[in-house]
């Protein structure tokens, strides 16, 4: 049994719509003061109210760092401070190298992993204060253990997360920070949705678990890392993906 998270301020980045949001939705659940991040600020406040309790929504481009100060100095205000940050915001168009333009390039990188860099930059002088202050990075196995044609930026996006990561850790070590990431695997969300029925029955039928996953599975395992038992892990990734990234070949699937 964890101790609880109740009372503790956490901010989620990208927790509108799909991982982020079932993110938010399992530290509301455990009782934790959640502050939902995204542009659009209609969808931040429909989930804030779906969540219930103590979920309250903020308007922040995760590529703007006035934004984002101007969220975690309100957030810190609400909430008494700001004990957790889930840098999860991220998106995933796809483009082959040759249809690539330089700005898709950017524009992935920008959101990706400058937004994670300034996400926790902007939330640091909060997280300090913090008995125990709490990063988790939403990377993917996508980029650091996998590839897939049309997410050459997005890999490399995601793989940045984790060379981000490491330095950080060591960085933020002396405030008692611990810096961690999820690399989840395929999950069901909106996002994927984009990506057509077909991608979603190919994808599962790679799984050894023969699902994809819920974001409540990657909930979880961002509320482990977030606890206070998981306080002398830092630096470290946990990859939820059913199994995706085992097989050697399509004949180690075979039943
Ligand atoms: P999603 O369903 O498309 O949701 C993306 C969320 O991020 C929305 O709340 C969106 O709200 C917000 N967002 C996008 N750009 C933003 C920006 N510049 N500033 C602030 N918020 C922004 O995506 P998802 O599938 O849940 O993915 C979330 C994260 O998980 C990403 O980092 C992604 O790389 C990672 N991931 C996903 C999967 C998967 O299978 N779904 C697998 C591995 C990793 P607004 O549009 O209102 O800003």
Partial sequence: MLTSIAGESVVVTGASKGIGKGIARVFARNGAKVTIVARHGAEAKAAAKELGGDASAAIADVTNLAELEKMAKSAA???????????NAGSFPQATIEDMSPEQWDEVLATNLKGTFLAVKACVPYLKKSAAGRIVITSSITGPITGFPGWTHYGASKSGQLGFLRTA????????????????????????????????????????LKRLGTVEDIGYAALFLASKEAGYITGQTIVVDGGQILPESLEALKD
């Fill in 169 to 208: 850790a060591i960085e933020l070590a002396k405030y008692g920070i611990t810096v961690n990431a999820v690399m989840p695997g395929n999950i069901i969300t909106e996002g994927l949705e984009s990506l057509g029925s077909e991608y979603h029955k190919t994808m599962a039928a790679s799984i050894p």
């Fill in 77 to 87: 205000r609400r909430n008494g401070g700001i004990d957790v940050l889930c840098a």
